[in-house]
């Protein structure tokens, strides 16, 4: 808003988010007993691999992406430090930012599963453990899923194939009316879609003008 429609101004907020990121992380490592260089280290690995960065500071999408690595970096702190309400916070901004972030309680379940388990106690306490001190991040997370349920907001069962987890596409589902069930991959799917649609259209040529705008309204909806 303040720099119109130079990127410029998109950018540097970006980067000062990203920077934000970095010190989160050494908040973090710091958090569990490293050193500031120790810290330093771990920052630039983020920040400096060869995947994320990049896209983060020029894509639009970024923004959401950084925002929400924020959260979940701040969460993974707090769950360090065993503030409850300061897990549900952070990963309630995490989620609001993008819904990527509706891994976070199982994976701060799952790292904190492992530290404890290297403290030396059996694995099904250091389960218990480690959904105990992620509890407030999973309480979140499921009132999110549920508030979520009840909007128009794409979900694994509304999503279209193209967005749809490969498992979950992988399962049998009806590309079209009257089609048999699709066992392809999401992008063969969508592709299946469109294919059945140029052929309704194709008939449609040879069946007049009103046939002609019923099947564009299914080339529409298959787009």
Do not use: K
């Amino acid at each position: 808003m303040l720099s119109g429609v130079s990127p410029f101004g998109f950018a540097l907020g970006n980067l000062l988010l990203a920077c934000a990121v970095a010190a989160a992380i050494v908040a973090l490592v710091r958090a569990r007993g490293f050193s500031v260089m120790e810290g330093l280290f771990a920052a630039g690995v983020w920040a400096f691999n060869l995947h994320g960065p990049g896209m983060a500071l020029l894509w639009i999408s970024g923004r959401a992406s950084l925002l929400a690595t924020l959260g979940a970096v701040l969460a993974a702190r707090a769950t360090v430090q065993g503030r409850t309400f300061a897990i549900a916070l952070w990963t309630a901004f995490a989620l609001g930012s993008t819904e990527e972030a509706l891994p976070l309680a199982l994976l701060l379940s799952a790292w904190r599963t492992a530290a404890h388990q290297r403290d030396g106690r059996s694995w099904g306490i250091a389960i218990a453990s480690g959904l105990r001190d992620a509890r407030s991040a999973w309480a979140v997370t499921a009132l999110y899923a549920a508030a979520r349920m009840t909007t128009d907001a794409m979900t694994i069962t509304t999503a279209p194939p193209e967005y749809r987890h490969a498992v979950y596409a992988a399962a049998p589902d009806r590309c079209e009316p009257r089609c048999e069930p699709c066992w392809l991959s999401a992008t063969s799917c969508a592709r299946h879609r469109r294919r059945l649609a140029i052929e309704r259209l194709s008939r449609a040529r040879r069946d007049g003008p009103e046939a002609r705008r019923s099947h564009c309204r299914v080339w529409r909806s298959t787009a």
